[in-house]
């Protein structure tokens, strides 16, 4: 081997191996819908964890119904919680609903996912 020549390690494959790795990370991750707008939930002392798969629904502190980053309000809560259900029949419904919301405004919003078919409805809490 003569002095001039300089001696290295090929990186292109790793290069290559490092991007099929981001890409199967990327594909395979399941990524949380949310709601849309921010609530203050209220405390709960006996709240528990529910599965990823649920259909999330927010009211805010004036009564307002959101889903998927936009306002459905109190009559589009029926369909919206039934197109979602037919996607998949087991998710559960659960409300986030501020701690100011009226106690009305959060019964029409459970009487409503119920009337779609939904067998779980739940309300989001703080521990």
Excluded: C, Y
Excluded at 8 to 21: Q, W
């Amino acid at each position: 081997m003569n002095s001039s020549e300089a001696s290295g390690i090929d990186i292109s494959p790793l290069i290559d191996v490092v991007f099929l790795l981001l890409i199967f990370f990327i594909v395979t991750t399941v990524f949380v819908e949310e709601t849309g707008i921010e609530v203050s939930k209220p405390r709960a002392a006996s709240s528990q964890d529910l599965e990823r798969q649920s259909i999330l629904l927010a009211i805010t502190a004036e009564g307002r119904v959101w889903q998927g980053g936009r306002e459905i309000g109190q009559d589009g809560v029926r369909a919206v919680v039934s197109a979602l259900l037919e996607e998949t029949p087991e998710s559960p419904v659960i409300i986030r609903a501020d701690s100011a919301t009226p106690t009305q405004a959060t019964v029409q919003v459970i009487d409503s996912a119920k009337l779609a078919g939904a067998g779980s409805v739940s309300l989001a809490t703080e521990e």
